[in-house]
């Protein structure tokens, strides 16, 4: 049972314009959302997380949005450029435990 | 600053073979993970661990050992390798939450294992 799931496996966003990733989850105990990136051969980086208190955090080109009542959050990308190229995954945290729950991931690609 | 190590980067291994995947990390981080990824199920909790000397189950665990003697050390044992154990194995660690905050995790640069 997935419980994070991104149903997108892929997406092309032409460079400058808004990226959005989209990640819906089905446990009403997630309380901490985060986002990572990832690059061929690399391990993930965080990239950005909110936590459920909040609907909306941001940091320079990046914004993730969260709504509980639809368990969805979204990430955009503002304006898009050539090094977002990557795979984002999204992941969700229930009670401050080690568990991280992943999604499958969506790769993304900025077309120049 | 190296981060998260892991070694080896690639193995191959046959069928019954045991092996360890080395993680170390230099940022004094109490707790560490090890997750496997594999083609369209994003990545799972294998083992984990909060401290030296206690680790606990994740998603995962059937078919690993893990030990953990000190803080920068956390490997992961395959005690008798089987083809479905063929994944990229990534380390992690972070620091412990403050107060409500909890903390993201650093990731090593992971290990691709194939079981023949």
């Known amino acids: 049972d997935q419980q994070v799931k991104q149903n997108s496996p892929s997406l092309s966003v032409q460079e400058g314009r808004i990226s959005i990733l989209n990640c819906d989850y089905t446990n009403s105990m997630f309380d901490y959302f985060l986002w990572y990136k990832k690059y061929p051969a690399e391990g993930p980086t965080f990239l950005i997380s909110i936590s459920s208190i909040k609907d909306k955090n941001e940091d320079g080109r990046f914004t993730v949005f969260l709504n509980k009542s639809a368990k969805h959050l979204s990430l955009h990308i503002v304006p898009s450029q050539p090094g977002d190229s990557a795979v984002y995954f999204c992941?969700?945290?229930?009670?401050?435990?080690?568990?991280?729950?992943f999604g499958t991931g969506t790769r993304l690609t900025i077309i120049p | 600053n190296a981060g998260v190590t892991q070694t080896p980067k690639f193995q191959v291994l046959k069928t019954g073979q045991s092996m360890t995947l080395q993680c170390a990390q230099d940022?004094?981080?109490?707790?560490m993970s090890w997750y496997r990824q594999d083609p369209g199920m994003g990545l799972r909790l294998i083992h984990y661990?909060?401290?030296?000397?206690?680790?606990d189950q994740g998603e995962v665990p059937n078919g690993y050992n893990v030990s953990r003697s000190t803080t920068e050390d956390f490997p992961l044992r395959l005690l008798s390798a089987a083809p479905s154990q063929t994944s990229v194995y990534f380390c992690?660690?972070?620091?412990?939450?403050?107060?409500?905050?909890?903390?993201?995790?650093?990731f090593g640069q992971g290990t691709r294992l194939t079981v023949v």
């Open positions: 940022m004094n981080h109490e707790y």
């Open positions: 992690a660690s972070r620091t412990a939450a403050v107060g409500k905050k909890y903390t993201e995790a650093f």
């Open positions: 992941a969700a945290n229930a009670a401050r435990n080690e568990k991280l729950t």
């Open positions: 661990s909060v401290g030296a000397g206690i680790t």
